[in-house]
DNA sequence: CGTTTTTCTGTGAGCGTGCACAGAACGTGG
DNA sequence: CCACGTTCTGTGCACGCTCACAGAAAAACG
């Protein structure tokens, strides 16, 4: 394994440009693909760049450029809630991908627990990143604080209130929460409840907005439950409690396809049929849709587009452009399966 | 919003020395925590350090130090495995929080198509990391090899036989694979097939041969089946070709919980139960384990800690120290439940 | 062929830090 | 009070690159 301080000296563009016969300065121009470099230096840079097996010291680079070409991807969640969600898979995907394509790299910046919080922000201030992406970030978020206050260009997924001025990226939940409601309720449900989750979110709290738009006048707040991750287990422990209060419950709209998996395992043990006697919805239209029996009816986000367009949007904001809308929406989808 | 590029001059370690009435040299061990610096300097730094709002710029002490304090972690999946297989998720996260214990930096390299495999093989000899994490790597993988190429210190999660000389940490997924299949052989099995998976992976390959280990003379080729990845459709098609080829099978192993969970949902459609007709067991213990009905007796392997782990080898080889062991092998467990 | 414009090239300075070296301040023992 | 070791501090240089400027070469024009 030799010794491991041993990796043998980089080669410089000095190095490039010695054997090339040119200056330094020209290299650097062909390297940044600047004009005015001659077809004859061009060719002889090229030759020089693999025959001494040249590439770019990017440390260097950033200290000149006083940019690190690095944007931060900010996940503000518990652990379980990282693993089980699959809306931050994609969007860490989509953004990776655009981020990719202009030559940006990622750096993940995971928060689990608010010890990491001040650390993060010590991170964001030291020009490690020249951007950064927010995803679910809580209303008043500390480091969504930290960000607007140090001035580095960013975008969230989603829009929290506490955070009106800054550029986002997300969908309309209110919107689509009514849509699919109204798509339960058109199933001829009398006694629909909800299992929300997240209201510190601004995804949370739309879709109970949206629920209660739908409702109307039928409307019953004892109907209502809420828990602070979209898990599974909250759709578990959600259930249970709406079975305790109305066991003539219809219909349910579940705040994550996670919450309604876990509700229909619920339904199932207490003896219930799904859609039968009872009608359940969900949102997202992640995995989870599809591996319940039956399969959920639901809204379907293009979490990868969102993680997509914030990363451009993060772009044009690195690159001193600044967005003619403030925001953007994203369609959604209502995808209607089995279970109501 | 200002204009864009107008964020004020960042305070450098010039301005805290002439803050504190010291030179730069003195800023300079303190920050290091080096000896050799006098209580009074200490304090006066500590105090111009706040009052400047001074923070390192990196990429000026990546230059110096020829250092980037930054680790690559690199996963070879598809999109949708990288999604679906909640293992990449808790690795991830292992890695990520060891690393942040340690001031480093986690970079996410996903390599989705093979056009991204030299674009990543360059940006890992740019001096962007000092070393890398390496999941899911396949035998032969291009990155792997550009990696002992290049030198740079790098640890993998499993152990290709393509790469046998380098760092690992893994489970011993034939011993794995071997108990588990013999545990379904104890409940009196007769006809007992395997839908493998990757079996151009170390995991799959070595699953396979335990299962082979453990069938012994009874083992039957026409009874296993394999597809490249670990995913919920190979499941559903590889359970479909085992029925075709042997309606009287009564005992599955799946290469992994996702397999398994979709090989459960296409022998409930087909009438059988489990596990009174057929008993299934898979491997990773993830989420999937526990939403099955009923629930999956597998193999737990500690994701979360292979993640720790790995990052805890690359920073000693980052940091110089040889390992005294090449590998490490963590245990598993295997976890009984209801399906076999 | 001289002059202006355009294209191309080389050079110096600077980005913000770490590190090695030289020297200052301070105590200690003779 | 001098010699000496220890603790502490300041300075020059290097890291590898970009950028602005000035000057050379080539092209265009009258």
């Known amino acids: 394994m030799a010794t491991p301080r041993a990796r043998p000296r980089r080669a410089t563009i000095f190095d490039v440009a010695a054997e090339a016969n ?21 060719e002889a840079i090229e030759k020089a760049i ?34 089980e969600d699959p809306n931050i898979g994609a969007i860490l995907l989509g953004t990776n991908e655009r981020l990719s394509e202009a030559d940006y790299q990622l750096v993940c910046l995971i928060i689990g627990s608010d010890r990491d919080s001040t650390r993060i922000a010590e991170y964001l201030r030291g020009g490690f990143v ?45 919107g689509a929460a009514r849509d699919i409601t109204r798509e339960l309720l058109a199933t001829g449900r009398k006694r629909v409840g909800m299992i929300a989750a997240a209201l510190d979110r601004d995804s949370g709290s739309e879709r109970l907005a949206g629920f209660r738009d739908a409702m109307g006048d039928d409307f019953d707040e004892r109907l209502v439950v809420d ?12 259930m249970k409690t709406l079975l305790e209060r109305a066991d003539d419950i219809d219909g349910v709209f579940a705040a994550s396809d996670a919450v309604a998996a876990g509700a229909m395992d619920v339904l199932r043990e207490s003896g219930r049929s799904v859609p039968g006697d009872v009608g359940i919805v969900g949102f997202d239209d992640s995995d989870w849709a599809l591996r319940c029996q039956p399969q959920l009816s639901t809204v379907r986000q293009p979490a990868d587009l969102l993680g997509r367009e914030a990363a451009s949007m993060v772009l044009e904001l690195v690159n ?21």
Chains 1, 2 share one sequence.
């Open 22 to 42: 040119v200056s330094r300065g020209t290299v650097s121009r062909m390297l940044n693909g600047e004009p005015y470099v001659s077809d004859s230096a061009r």
């Open 50 to 83: 693999a025959k001494v097996g040249y590439v770019r010291n990017m440390a260097a680079r950033n200290l000149a450029t006083q940019r690190s070409k690095a944007i931060a991807l900010i996940v503000h969640e518990p652990h379980s809630v990282f693993l």
């Open 130 to 174: 020249d951007g950064a992406v927010i995803v679910s970030a809580r209303e008043h978020d500390p480091i969504a604080d930290a960000i607007t206050h140090i001035g580095l260009p960013a975008v969230f997924v989603g829009h929290p209130e506490s955070a009106p001025d800054m550029p986002y990226v997300g969908i309309d939940n209110r």
């Open 227 to 238: 828990f602070p991750l979209y898990s599974r287990t909250s759709g578990v422990e959600g």
């Open 320 to 340: 001193g452009v600044t967005p003619e809308t403030p925001g953007r929406i994203l369609p959604t989808e209502i995808k209607l399966r089995g279970s109501a």
